[in-house]
Structure formats: structure tokens, C-alpha cells
């Protein structure tokens, strides 16, 4: 514990703009002399795509140089960046702090896309990894809208997903591309980009419509009850998807034009996380949770709870189908068992780790499971043993996940370290 | 017809089983107003009647004139009923201040779309809120509590706040379920100063559910008692506080063989 003081100590004057200079820098090593230089005198094969996990549980020999490698490129260039040149990121984020504080926010985050960006275009593999995570994230945050802030246990998330996904694509195969069941394409395929958030719109208002079916029963029913509804409302979307012939039933649909490269699915995170910040922090928000504390003192309290429970669902649903849409644009192919019990699982299960009832949580939530997941990929069956048992652990520690009942506080983020606080690792 | 609140013989049963008869109010506009009886007599019942969580079987509910019965809770609420109740109703994973500011609820009217894009008027109506819960919070004594969770606090400080997020909602008439119950005696003091407070700052009529005499003879200018679901006497502290079948009703039959 004394060491993780010291360090935390060490590195509280660090503002974020040090971090992202820090890891600038590594992400510059690695893309001019990672492969050439680093991991060639290492003996890697190649550069180790995610921190080397997936080398150093193949080969076992490897491990010594993949952390030599992570030790050489991220872990002491970020440190040593971030804390030396904290001399003039602090002014420089103390310049910043006198801007109105959404133009600070928007600098930040196009020097985040900027490196993120960097880091990705290494390999092929590290861009679905991203995109599928960014995706992860959305989706994450919507469920949380409803299980977390609204504090049902709904399990139609999937279904919603899939809604959005298969609405999205067949109107991308309709309008876009020369599709063997829809004909040849209605609309240049050259405004596919200009069009495609109005198509995701539309997954998104067709997985809101949908959600309607579980969002009224929620007005007799609750818990266990409710839970079982939204999970007949997964299957039998699932089930009525398989039986429709018309977009491929169970063999599925593909050929999707690729209309979600990175910066387009990064956008769509954003906005999703800002318009689901706005709301849960605002009173009409906040109601969620006084239906989910007590519905009773809601209602007396001049809360239209019925009104509240019907926003909760749509507008989470909405954000699974911008999800599902993304989703089936990035895979460019989608079949009905994707939506299923597994995906259920996996959204549970990065929500309640990540944390209930904050958006913080969501986040960090579904960056972990995803990148555990594959970061485990080589471990094949033991992975679903290693990953529950983190869960099992979570929840016995933590019981609402690991980061609950906190908001995103941008200021106290962006803002100048000057004074001793609590550092943001990195 | 000057009644703020005026119930006409409402009877309302569960199933077989008559919890209130014939029950009438009158309640005056600026009128502390008492409702006593024994456990189980139904003066809960009767608050939940009134507030709309149940439907009357039978009776006339007006409030200002304007009949509220089978009304929603939550537009009752909104015409100006406001309520406590008797075992706290706090939300428990909220701080005191979003309290406040949740009971504003019907106040505001930017929408949801004002709401995802943090519109003006959203950004104006939520400054405005959050100026009035300041103001409450100093009126009730817990702007020392303003970011705790409210399960953090003390008894008493939770009976303040739940009457805070009451007086929020910007009520006609207040409900008090009990305000007192499980208080000591020193925050009995307190509240009866809060009570007599809030019903000269707020100009509302008070309609309280109370078991302890000296709090009601202070407070209340006129008294019902219920009795198994029926009023058996009316009248102002000291005659209801001598009356024979009130005493009968609390303290049973003196034997005169």
C-alpha cells in the first residue's frame, strides 16, 4: 500500500493533458521504432497488439520480452513524459481552465481521438478491438439507464440491439448497395456516409418503438417479474428474426457497406455518453431513481413515474439500437444468434462490474471486459472460467461494481494540478 | 363554499373490510387541522385516500373546488397536496439536496430533449431549482447536510428533510403522517417551531396524523378523532381532550358495576 501512496503522491500534479502527452509519446515509440528496433532485439515476432497479452499466453517463453517491450514503450515513456512535463501541461491546462469548459472538453478529447487513433492504425486487429469496445461502451451505458439508474432488471437489451442492427442494415442494403434480396441500390452509394446517422436514427427510434412491449408491463410488474418478460421480449425477437426468410432468418445477413471507420463510431460514443450525462443529471433524469428508491414517494413528490419508466426504456432502448447499428456496420455481417442469451451475459456482466447508476463505471466496465476478453482470447475455455471469477470477486467486494454512484465530473477532471490530488492513472 | 379541501362522506372499503365511513373535512385555508385515534383506526388509510393512492370507494374529494378523486397521485401532488409520511419515504441512494430538487419536478417544463441536450431553459429552470432547494435547505436547518446521502443522517434531520422536499413541491395543504414519530423530546421542540414556521412562511393549511397530545393540543385549532374508521368527535383541543368517548376510545370503559 505504501508504494501505490507514494506513486499516487508522485503523480497527483499530473494534469490530463500530461497523460496525454505521456502517452503520446509512447504510442510515437511504438510507431517508429516499435517494430523496427523494440521488438525486434526483444525477439518478439511481431508488435505485441494488445500489451502482449495474447504472445505471453501462447508462448510462454515470450514473457520476459513482452514485458520488457510493455516496460519499454508504455509503462516508463508515459511516467516519465507525464510527470516531467507536468512543468508546462500545468500553466498550459490552467490556459485551458479560463476557456468555457465544453471548448476545453472538445481540445481534450480530439488530442484522446488523435492518440487513440495513432495507437489503432498500427494493426488491423487493435481497430476492431477499439471499434468493438466503443461500441461495448454505448451499449453499456444504455443498459445502465435502465438497470442502474431506473433499477430494473431488464434483459431485452439484446433485443434491442438486434432491432437496431437489422433495421439499420436492411435500410443501408437497400439504399446504399446492389444487394441479391433487396435489388440494386435506390440511392448513390456515394451518400452513404452523409446518410448513415439517419439511418442509425432510425435502428435507434425501430429498438425504442420495440421497447414499448417491456416498458409497459413495467408499469404493473417489477423484479423478478419484469425480468422475465424482457427476457421472452429477447427471444422472440431472436426467434421472429430466424423466421424471416426475407433478411436471411437464421443464416443471417450480410455485406453491409463499411460505414463505421473509427471516427464515426468515436462521435457516436461521445454523443451517446454527453446526452446520457445531460440526463441523468438533470431533475427529469433523476427521476429514475426515485422510482427505483421509492415509487411511492415519487409519485407524491409530483414525479409522473409511469411517464418516467416509459423514458428510462425507450431512451435506453434507443441507444442499444445506435449500438446494434454500429455493431452491424463494423462486423459487416450479423446473424440472429448474436443477440442472444450470450450477448445478454456479456452486457450484465459489464455493467454490474463496471458499476450501477454511473456512467464512469459503464465506461470502465466495458473497456475491461472487452479488453480482457480478448486479451484472454488464448486461454480459450478457461477464459469463461477466469472472467466470471473476476465477476464473483466484484461483486463480493463491491457489491453495486466497481465504480457506482458517481457522475463524470469534467472540470475536476481537466483541470490544473497544481495543488496536491488524487492523480488519474493512466 | 371557502373550504380549501373538503371531503364528502367518503367510505372506502378492501375487499370485505370497511376501513373509513362517512368521512367528511372541512379544511380552511390557513387551518392547522388534527386527525387522532387508536392503531388501526384508519387515519393513514384516509391520507391515502385523499393523495389519491387509493380510489374512494364512495365520496366526493375537492380540492379548491375541483374534484381530485381518482385523480393520479403524482397530479394531486402537483395541484398542491403535499405530503410526508410515517415511515420516512427518503430515496436512500440520493443526497439531501437532490431531494429538494426532485420535488420540483412539476415545476419544470423544459422536456426531454431539453433535458439530453442541456437546452437553456433546461440549464435556466435547473439554476432556478437549485437556488429555491438552497433556500429550503437554510429555512429546514440542513444545508449542512446538502451532499450527504440522506441515510447518513440523523433521525431528526431526515423528518426535516422529507418536510423540506414536501414544501418543495409548493403545496396548498400539507399531509404530516406522524411528523413526530420516534423524535425526542428535544426534536419534538424543534419541530413544532418548523411546523409553526412553515405555516406562517408558506401560508398553507396543515392536516396532521399525530399520537402525541401535547404536541396536538399545541399546534391544531380544531381536532378529529377516528375510531375504526369513523369520526367520532370534532371540535377544538380542549373539548375533544375532555370529551368521554374519546377518552373511552383510548384508554376503554371504565367498569361501573
Known amino acids: ?373 480478448e486479451a484472454l482470447r488464448p486461454l480459450e475455455l478457461f477464459k469463461w472460467i477466469i472472467i466470471p471469477l473476476i465477476l464473483i470477486f466484484v461483486m463480493i467486494f463491491r457489491p453495486y461494481g466497481l465504480i457506482s454512484f458517481t457522475e463524470i465530473n469534467a472540470k475536476k477532471l481537466l483541470e490544473a494540478k497544481h495543488k496536491r490530488q488524487q492523480g488519474v492513472s493512466p | 363554499m371557502t373550504a380549501l379541501l373538503h371531503v364528502e362522506n367518503m367510505t372506502h372499503f378492501f375487499g370485505g373490510l370497511r376501513a373509513v365511513h362517512n368521512y367528511n373535512l372541512n379544511l380552511a385555508p390557513r387551518q392547522i387541522f388534527g386527525l387522532i385515534g387508536p392503531n388501526g383506526a384508519g387515519k393513514t388509510t384516509i391520507f391515502n385516500l385523499i393523495t389519491g393512492v387509493y380510489t374512494p370507494t364512495e365520496g366526493e374529494i375537492l380540492l379548491e373546488n375541483k374534484n381530485i378523486k381518482g385523480l393520479e397521485t403524482n397530479q394531486i401532488a402537483a395541484m398542491g397536496l403535499g405530503r410526508t409520511f410515517q415511515n420516512l419515504a427518503l430515496w436512500r441512494h440520493m443526497n439531501v439536496v437532490d431531494h429538494i430538487r426532485m420535488a420540483h419536478y412539476s415545476q419544470l417544463d423544459y422536456g426531454l430533449f431539453g433535458a439530453f441536450f442541456n437546452s437553456r431553459a433546461c440549464r435556466e429552470q435547473e439554476n432556478q431549482v437549485r437556488e429555491n432547494a438552497d433556500h429550503l435547505m437554510e429555512l429546514f436547518d440542513i444545508e449542512k447536510y446538502a451532499d450527504d446521502l440522506v441515510t447518513s443522517l440523523p433521525y431528526g434531520a431526515q423528518r426535516r428533510v422529507e418536510m423540506a422536499r414536501a414544501m418543495a413541491t409548493n403545496p396548498k395543504v400539507l399531509f404530516l403522517d406522524e411528523p413526530t414519530a420516534g423524535m425526542t423530546p428535544d426534536e419534538l421542540v424543534k419541530m413544532i417551531r418548523i411546523i ?18 401535547k404536541f396536538v393540543m399545541e399546534l391544531c385549532e380544531s381536532i378529529q378523532t377516528l375510531v375504526f374508521g369513523e369520526v367520532i368527535a370534532e371540535g377544538p383541543p380542549e373539548e375533544i381532550q375532555n370529551n368521554p368517548r374519546v377518552i373511552e376510545a383510548y384508554l376503554g370503559k371504565e367498569d361501573m358495576t
Open chain 2, 196 to 213: 409553526r414556521q412553515v405555516h406562517q412562511d408558506f401560508n398553507v393549511a396543515i392536516f396532521l396524523i399525530e399520537h402525541r397530545m
Open chain 1, 1 to 373: 500500500m505504501g508504494i501505490a501512496k507514494k506513486f499516487r503522491q508522485i503523480f497527483s500534479t499530473v494534469p490530463m493533458l500530461g497523460w496525454f502527452l505521456g502517452i503520446l509519446t509512447a504510442v510515437l515509440i511504438e510507431y517508429y521504432w516499435g517494430y523496427d528496433y523494440i521488438s525486434y532485439y526483444l525477439g518478439l515476432p511481431k508488435i505485441p497488439v494488445l500489451f502482449g497479452a495474447l504472445i505471453m499466453l501462447k508462448e510462454p517463453v515470450m514473457i520476459p520480452g513482452a514485458l520488457a517491450y510493455d516496460l519499454i514503450v508504455y509503462v516508463i515513456p508515459v511516467l516519465l513524459v507525464a510527470k516531467i512535463s507536468s512543468v508546462f501541461t500545468n500553466p498550459g491546462a490552467a490556459l485551458l481552465e479560463k476557456l468555457p469548459l465544453w471548448l476545453s472538453a472538445v481540445i481534450h478529447l480530439v488530442c484522446f481521438y488523435a492518440i487513440l487513433h495513432l495507437w489503432a492504425g498500427i494493426n488491423d486487429y487493435r481497430v476492431l478491438v477499439v471499434k468493438l469496445t466503443l461500441v461495448s461502451i454505448i451499449l453499456t451505458v444504455s443498459v445502465n439507464v435502465i438497470n442502474g439508474y431506473q433499477g430494473e432488471f431488464s434483459c431485452s437489451h439484446p433485443g434491442f440491439m438486434a432491432l437496431g442492427a437489422y433495421v439499420s442494415s436492411i435500410l443501408t442494403l437497400m439504399l446504399f448497395t446492389n444487394d441479391k434480396i433487396f435489388g440494386a441500390a435506390l440511392l448513390p452509394p456515394g451518400l452513404g456516409p452523409f446518410l448513415f446517422p439517419l439511418v442509425l436514427l432510425a435502428g435507434g427510434a425501430a429498438a425504442a418503438i420495440g421497447s414499448l412491449a417491456v416498458a409497459i408491463p413495467s408499469f404493473r410488474t417489477r423484479g423478478d417479474y419484469l425480468a422475465i418478460i424482457s427476457l421472452a421480449f429477447m427471444f422472440i425477437v431472436k426467434s421472429a428474426i430466424e423466421n424471416l426468410n426475407i433478411i436471411g432468418g437464421a443464416r443471417g445477413m450480410g455485406g453491409q457497406p463499411d460505414l463505421a471507420p473509427l471516427p464515426v463510431i468515436f462521435f457516436w460514443t461521445l454523443l451517446c455518453i454527453w446526452v446520457i450525462h445531460n440526463f441523468v443529471t438533470s431533475i427529469l433524469g433523476k427521476a429514475l431513481n426515485t422510482v427505483r428508491d421509492d415509487e411511492a414517494a415519487a409519485e407524491s413528490m409530483t414525479v409522473k413515474t409511469r411517464k418516467t419508466k416509459m423514458t428510462a426504456f425507450m431512451f435506453g432502448a434507443f441507444w442499444a439500437g445506435i449500438a446494434g447499428g454500429l455493431f452491424a456496420h463494423v462486423l459487416t455481417y450479423i446473424n440472429p444468434g448474436m443477440f442472444s442469451i450470450n450477448r445478454l451475459a456479456e452486457i450484465l456482466a459489464m455493467v454490474y462490474f463496471g458499476g450501477l447508476n454511473s456512467i464512469v463505471g459503464s465506461i470502465v466496465g466495458a473497456v475491461s471486459i472487452n479488453v480482457l476478453g
